[in-house]
């Protein structure tokens, strides 16, 4: 019973930290763009098939170039769509996004048909890793530790860099940003296109364990809403912990109850709003209120 308990714990860590890439990419989306980007899931979706198609064509190292791709596809899809949004009902936000989200899905499902498409793990990292009792496969160790290797270079990137600086000080204070002489669509553009960055670094760590599939946008955007909903907004170490806490509870209730795993973390959700409305470690931001 503790090899099985502790192999779920694992295996809901690399879930969760999956699920935080693409929440921290939303929610600095919404943060300093004011965008409820429904479409964010898409953007995963194409990180996965952007890598399935690099390593066909050119082997492993180019799957390296996947979330960069996915990035310029947000930046150019941020100035012809999304900067028409800015200052509009959210509501209009959430219906185009929303909009895009299926023609996103349907240009892949034009491209790569509607079948789930098999990306296997890279041949290095097969095999398994057994401490006691607990087990995991190289390829998930893998991917927690590069997770959590990028959430901490994201934290000093924000925090000690000076458009880090920019990007928290314009989620406050976008005007007061403006008026400092910093042309501000540029950093709004740059921000989109690193958040569906952040989201194409997702869908590549988590193609070889999902199946590949348009349709796998769906599975991507929902946990995101909820860990940044529970995490709060603005808050970065709130999205870690409530992202990491529904993946190991995601994978505990698929071991022990499978019918209830699509809606316990709803359910986790509504307790924490009952408990804290503003997330496990949300902040007051006067801009939405």
Same mark, same amino acid.
């Given at each position: 019973?503790?090899?099985?308990?502790?192999?779920?714990?694992?295996?809901?860590?690399?879930?969760?930290?999956?699920?935080?890439?693409?929440?921290?990419?939303?929610?600095?989306?919404?943060?300093?763009?004011?965008?409820?980007?429904?479409?964010?899931?898409?953007?995963?979706?194409?990180?996965?098939?952007?890598?399935?198609?690099?390593?066909?064509?050119?082997?492993?190292?180019?799957?390296?170039?996947?979330?960069?791709?996915?990035?310029?596809?947000?930046?150019?899809?941020?100035?012809?769509?999304?900067?028409?949004?800015?200052?509009?009902?959210?509501?209009?936000?959430?219906?185009?996004?929303?909009?895009?989200?299926?023609?996103?899905?349907?240009?892949?499902?034009?491209?790569?048909?509607?079948?789930?498409?098999?990306?296997?793990?890279?041949?290095?990292?097969?095999?398994?890793?057994?401490?006691?009792?607990?087990?995991?496969?190289?390829?998930?160790?893998?991917?927690?530790?590069?997770?959590?290797?990028?959430?901490?270079?994201?934290?000093?990137?924000?925090?000690?860099?000076?458009?880090?600086?920019?990007?928290?000080?314009?989620?406050?204070?976008?005007?007061?940003?403006?008026?400092?002489?910093?042309?501000?669509?540029?950093?709004?553009?740059?921000?989109?296109?690193?958040?569906?960055?952040?989201?194409?670094?997702? #869908?590549?760590?988590?193609?070889?364990?999902?199946?590949?599939?348009?349709?796998?946008?769906?599975?991507?955007?929902?946990?995101?809403?909820?860990?940044?909903?529970?995490?709060?907004?603005?808050?970065?170490? #709130?999205?870690?912990?409530?992202?990491?806490?529904?993946?190991?509870?995601?994978?505990?209730?698929?071991?022990?109850?499978?019918?209830?795993?699509?809606?316990?973390?709803?359910?986790?959700?509504?307790?924490?709003?009952?408990?804290?409305?503003?997330?496990?470690?949300?902040?007051?931001?006067?801009?939405?209120?």
């Amino acid at each position: 019973m503790l090899d099985v308990l502790l192999s779920q714990l694992a295996a809901g860590l690399v879930l969760g930290g999956l699920y935080v890439l693409i929440a921290i990419g939303l929610s600095i989306i919404f943060g300093l763009l004011g965008i409820v980007n429904f479409a964010h899931g898409s953007f995963f979706a194409l990180g996965a098939y952007f890598a399935l198609t690099l390593y066909q064509y050119f082997g492993w190292p180019a799957v390296l170039l996947a979330p960069p791709l996915v990035g310029v596809v947000g930046m150019v899809v941020e100035r012809t769509l999304i900067h028409r949004l800015y200052n509009k009902e959210p509501l209009i936000s959430l219906i185009v996004t929303f909009a895009l989200a299926l023609m996103i899905e349907a240009l892949l499902r034009l491209i790569y048909g509607g079948i789930g498409q098999p990306f296997n793990q890279p041949p290095f990292l097969s095999g398994i890793y057994l401490w006691g009792p607990l087990l995991i496969t190289k390829y998930r160790l893998t991917v927690f530790l590069v997770t959590m290797a990028l959430l901490a270079g994201l934290w000093a990137f924000l925090q000690f860099t000076p458009f880090g600086r920019i990007l928290r000080a314009a989620s406050r204070d976008p005007e007061m940003v403006g008026l400092l002489g910093i042309r501000l669509p540029r950093v709004l553009t740059a921000v989109f296109g690193l958040g569906c960055a952040l989201a194409g670094v997702a #869908g590549v760590l988590a193609a070889p364990l999902w199946t590949v599939i348009p349709s796998m946008s769906e599975n991507a955007i929902m946990p995101a809403f909820v860990v940044v909903v529970i995490g709060g907004l603005g808050s970065f170490a #709130g999205a870690v912990i409530a992202g990491l806490l529904v993946g190991v509870i995601t994978a505990l209730t698929i071991q022990f109850q499978p019918d209830a795993a699509n809606a316990v973390m709803y359910v986790f959700m509504a307790v924490i709003l009952l408990i804290r409305p503003r997330g496990l470690l949300g902040e007051r931001w006067e801009r939405f209120e």
